[in-house]
């Protein structure tokens, strides 16, 4: 289930807040890196999105902007759900948590996520953005 070598690339933001969710969709637009943006209100509903669209991985996101502090479903909790979803998603699709945190306990439990490539802080920066998807996220 791979993408074709020309498709364009997609990223999912999951966060429960409107207004962290409009920053992060400007930021993103400003980057030009990603053709399509997939809001997500919960970790919940991000998992039924990708459940649901497991069979074409051309709907599926190259990259997902995690938030970690969530209600009912928090960033971690949405990791341990990913885990279980199949391979073929979880080895293409690259996830960098976002957080206004300063709980080192959720700062070191992120950079010990084996799905997890950078913690990012709030307010998202374009400049920042762009390195992690350039370093991680290959054309």
Same mark, same amino acid.
């Given at each position: 289930?791979?993408?074709?070598?020309?498709?364009?690339?997609?990223?999912?933001?999951? #966060?429960?807040?409107?207004? #962290?969710?409009?920053?992060?969709?400007? =930021?993103?637009?400003?980057?030009?890196?990603?053709?399509? %943006?997939?809001?997500?209100? @919960?970790?919940?509903?991000?998992?039924?999105?990708?459940? @649901?669209?497991?069979?074409?991985?051309? $709907?599926?996101? #190259?990259?997902?902007?995690?938030?970690?502090?969530?209600?009912?479903? $928090?960033?971690?909790?949405?990791?341990?759900?990913?885990?279980?979803?199949?391979? $073929?998603?979880? #080895? %293409?699709?690259?996830?960098?948590?976002? @957080? $206004?945190?300063?709980?080192? @306990?959720?700062?070191?439990?992120?950079?010990?996520?084996?799905?997890? =490539?950078?913690?990012?802080?709030?307010?998202?920066?374009?400049?920042?953005?762009?390195? %992690? =998807?350039?370093?991680?996220?290959?054309?």
């Amino acid at each position: 289930m791979v993408k074709p070598v020309n498709a364009q690339k997609i990223v999912m933001l999951i #966060d429960d807040n409107d207004i #962290d969710l409009k920053i992060n969709e400007k =930021v993103v637009g400003i980057t030009k890196l990603f053709s399509q %943006v997939i809001v997500c209100r @919960s970790g919940e509903e991000a998992l039924n999105y990708l459940k @649901s669209n497991l069979t074409t991985p051309e $709907s599926l996101p #190259d990259f997902i902007l995690l938030d970690i502090q969530m209600p009912e479903m $928090s960033g971690f909790e949405f990791l341990e759900q990913y885990k279980k979803l199949p391979a $073929s998603l979880i #080895d %293409v699709c690259v996830i960098a948590m976002l @957080s $206004s945190t300063l709980d080192f @306990s959720d700062i070191q439990r992120a950079k010990a996520n084996p799905y997890v =490539v950078k913690l990012l802080k709030k307010p998202l920066m374009p400049k920042i953005l762009m390195e %992690v =998807v350039q370093e991680h996220l290959p054309d």
